[in-house]
């Protein structure tokens, strides 16, 4: 199983990223999925998920309205849209697969982990 993630960058405050994160050796569709972040010093919390089927989203209040996650089932991708980036969003951000959970905060639901990109807003 790998969920390769990426589009990491470093980008001003106030621009736009688009992490990618495809997953290979998993039935996609079977799984929820999400993407955390883990900032230094600080906790991995959750960022945004999505069901199976794509009806149903999740976001932390710090993105809402700025963040937006996203599926393909077909092409085994989950996808984050990044918007008015702010330093304090800066982490490596993880996508994660959950076996038959939609939406869901806790990272014990999450089976399998991708490796992490890195998102650096500069001031």
């Known amino acids: 199983v790998q969920l390769q993630a990426s589009g990491g960058g470093l980008v001003q405050a106030g621009g736009s990223l688009r992490l990618s994160c495809v997953a290979s050796g998993i039935t996609f569709g079977w799984y929820g999925m999400g993407w955390f972040r883990q900032a230094p010093g600080k906790e991995r919390e959750l960022v945004a998920s999505i069901s199976r089927s794509a009806d149903s989203t999740d976001y932390a209040d710090s993105v809402k309205g700025r963040f937006t996650i996203s599926r393909d089932n077909a092409k085994n991708g989950v996808y984050l849209q990044l918007t008015s980036l702010k330093p304090e969003d800066t982490a490596v951000y993880y996508c994660?697969?959950?076996?038959?959970?939609?939406?869901?905060?806790?990272?014990?639901?999450?089976?399998?982990w991708g490796q992490g990109t890195l998102v650096t807003v500069s001031s």
């Open positions: 994660a697969a959950a076996y038959r959970t939609d939406t869901s905060s806790r990272a014990r639901d999450y089976n399998w």
